[in-house]
């Protein structure tokens, strides 16, 4: 069993920076890829990045690289996403998921999820 804990949602200006992070619990923690997924008012669940523990495999959507970093930390187990120049189109949930697989776009292929952090980006 794996549990995800996310952290560091809240309340933003356009061109801000925030960072969220993912505590993950499991005995077999390591050997999940792990990912961020963002959900919008109204939108389809839409994948962020994605990572090994080890950093060695990284993913991103296309339109976020670059202006999003996904990173591990993992002595505390750990799942990070810096975000930079935060527009109001970044506003949604933001959730941490895991996979036994690299799964990395396909929601489908993640076993586990965590409740999310909303993030807020005001003009």
């Known amino acids: 069993q794996v549990q995800l804990v996310e952290s560091g949602g809240g309340l933003v200006q356009t061109g801000d920076t925030r960072r969220l992070s993912c505590a993950a619990s499991?005995?077999?923690?390591?050997?999940?890829?792990m990912a961020w997924f963002r959900q919008a008012p109204g939108k389809e669940r839409q994948f962020v990045a994605a990572?090994?523990?080890?950093?060695?495999?990284?993913g991103y959507t296309d339109s976020l690289k670059g202006d999003f970093t996904i990173s591990t930390d993992n002595t505390k187990n750990i799942v990070y996403l810096q975000m930079t120049n935060l527009k109001p189109e970044d506003t949604a949930i933001y959730y941490c998921?895991?996979?036994?697989?690299?799964?990395?776009?396909?929601?489908?292929?993640?076993?586990?999820w965590g409740q999310g952090t909303q993030v807020t980006v005001s003009s």
């Open positions: 998921a895991a996979s036994s697989r690299w799964a990395r776009r396909n929601s489908q292929l993640y076993e586990y």
């Open positions: 499991g005995r077999t923690i390591s050997n999940y890829a």
């Open positions: 990572t090994t523990w080890d950093g060695r495999r990284t």
